[in-house]
């Protein structure tokens, strides 16, 4: 499986963005899709998963409200909406895959490349 995240830049403080993750190789139908982030100097931080059936869970209560994670299976493809955006967000965003029914915040087998995110205050 390969991922493409896609979707990142300079957005000020307060607006939006979505980021897409394209995954190509397989079918990612049957897989749990997650976000994770990075900041300098920082862990990387899980974000969102979502699995096929449309489930999924939240990382950290910063985000909860805030970003939104939905799927295209008929596209292969999941999305991250992310609005109000805050100086903290800033990261290089991550997707990544792992066969499950249900979403996980780890041990995903799957990475994209990641894309920055960079918000100004």
């Known amino acids: 499986v390969q991922l493409q995240a896609s979707g990142g830049g300079l957005v000020q403080a307060g607006g939006s963005l979505r980021l897409s993750c394209a995954a190509s190789?397989?079918?990612?139908?049957?897989?749990?899709m997650g976000w994770f982030r990075q900041a300098p100097g920082k862990e990387r931080e899980f974000v969102a998963a979502i699995a096929w059936s449309g489930t999924n869970i939240y990382g950290t209560d910063s985000v909860k409200g805030r970003f939104t994670i939905s799927r295209d299976n008929a596209k292969n493809t999941v999305y991250l909406q992310m609005n109000s955006l805050k100086p903290e967000d800033a990261a290089v965003y991550y997707c990544?895959?792992?066969?499950?029914?249900?979403?996980?915040?780890?041990?995903?087998?799957?990475w994209g490349q990641g894309t920055q995110v960079t918000v100004s205050s």
């Open positions: 190789g397989r079918t990612v139908s049957n897989y749990v």
């Open positions: 990544a895959a792992r066969a499950s029914y249900y979403p996980t915040v780890n041990r995903y087998d799957y």
